[in-house]
C-alpha cells in the first residue's frame, strides 16, 4: 500500500549535517568524539529513526500491490531513501511536489488513490472499500 517508509542509513546520512551544524562539530562521523552531547544526541536520533526503517521488516508479500507517494521535497525521507525502497520492495513510485508534512496537507487525493489501487490490485475494489 502507500507509505512513507525510510531506511535509517541514509537518514542518519542526510541528517548527519544537521546534527553537526546544530552542534557545531566539524564532522558527524566525529561528533562523538568531539563532543560527548554530539555523541548522545547522534546516538537518541538513530534510535528513533530505526523504528521508522522500513529494510528492518519483511519486504511485502504481493509486491505489485506496493505504491509509494513520495514528496520531491520531502527532507524526513529523501529522494535516495524512497529510491532505495522502491528498489528493494520493486514498488511503483509516484511523485508529488511538496514536503514531508505539506505533501499530505496539499495531495491527499494522490495518496488515496495510491492506497485504492493497492487495494484493486490485490483484488479489493473500490465498491468493497466504499461499503466499509
Do not use: C
Amino acid at each position: 500500500a502507500a507509505t512513507a517508509a525510510t531506511t535509517t542509513g541514509a537518514m542518519a546520512q542526510d541528517i548527519g549535517g544537521v546534527i553537526t551544524g546544530a552542534v557545531d562539530v566539524a564532522d558527524a562521523g566525529t561528533a562523538e568524539s568531539s563532543s560527548p552531547d554530539a555523541g548522545r544526541l547522534w546516538r537518541h536520533l538513530q534510535d528513533v529513526l530505526d523504528v521508522t526503517d522500513v529494510t528492518r521488516f519483511p519486504k511485502p508479500v504481493d509486491r505489485h500491490a506496493t505504491i509509494i507517494v513520495a514528496a520531491d521535497s520531502d527532507r524526513y525521507a529523501p529522494e535516495t531513501s524512497i529510491r532505495r525502497v522502491a528498489d528493494l520492495w520493486g514498488s511503483e513510485m509516484r511523485w508529488v511536489r511538496g514536503g514531508h508534512v505539506s505533501s499530505h496537507l496539499l495531495h491527499g487525493n494522490t495518496f488515496r488513490q495510491a492506497f485504492v489501487d493497492a487495494l484493486t490490485r490485490l483484488g479489493h475494489g473500490q465498491h468493497n472499500l466504499a461499503s466499509s
